[in-house]
């Protein structure tokens, strides 16, 4: 049983990957693609995420208490939580709770916003585990010269989570949690890393690699 905390600033794309995740296991796709044992959702509770009243016809959500998921792969059971990333107390304590109680953190990033308003939230987590894993999401917005950009948005986040915080980062995935057409691999990254994740539990997620 592993408890997978999924944090990151307000909209890079927390819920989006949980649900790309559910999907990947209602489609037995963690098998086909993974190699994985049978797996299933025990269950999947999003009732945290509000909708907002908004002016416009764009809806915008947000998480109030943490998104949670409860997954089956062969005999064993993990739970996927994922806050909401503002700073109102009730979403704040659902962070401070999920960072203490995950044995693992997946840290997302939206690579097509500014990083400096991103590493402020994570400035507000006082506990963070000594080893993390980076979800570089939203890479089909990069355009150009993506893998240049990449590299320069990996080294920014490895200064300020290895230089200020001493915590290190097992793997950066770059993923895109909608699916997006041509985007398919990066798609499958968001069921790769939460695998990886879980993986000294999971029979054959490391073979097929
Ligand atoms: N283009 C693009 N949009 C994304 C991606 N992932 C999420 N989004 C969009 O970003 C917005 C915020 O996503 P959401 O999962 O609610 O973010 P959260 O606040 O971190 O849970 C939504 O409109 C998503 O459809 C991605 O990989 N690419
Ligand atoms: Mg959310």
Known sequence: ????????????????????????????????????????????????????????????????????????????????????????????????????????IVAVFDVSRDLESQFEFYSAVRFIPKTIIVALNKADLLGKDMNKKIEEIKKKINEYFKDKRKIDITGFYVTVAESKPGFEGQNDNCAKLILDCIKDQVVGAEAKE
Do not use: C, W
């Not at 016809?57 to 062969?74: A, L, S, Y």
């Not at 739970?79 to 990333?85: E, I, M, Q, V, Y």
């Open 1 to 104: 049983m592993v408890n997978v905390g999924i944090l990151g600033d307000v909209s890079v794309g927390k819920t989006t990957i949980l649900r790309l995740f559910v999907k990947y296991v209602e489609e037995n796709a963690l098998q086909t693609k993974f190699g994985t044992e049978a797996a299933a959702i025990v269950k999947a509770d999003f009732s945290g995420e509000a909708t907002l009243p908004s002016k416009d016809d764009v809806k915008e959500t947000k998480t109030i208490h943490p998104n949670r998921v409860v997954f089956r792969v062969g005999t064993k059971m993990h739970t996927l939580f994922a806050p909401g990333g503002d700073d109102r107390p009730l979403v704040r304590m659902g962070i401070t709770t999920v960072s203490r109680i995950a044995r693992l």
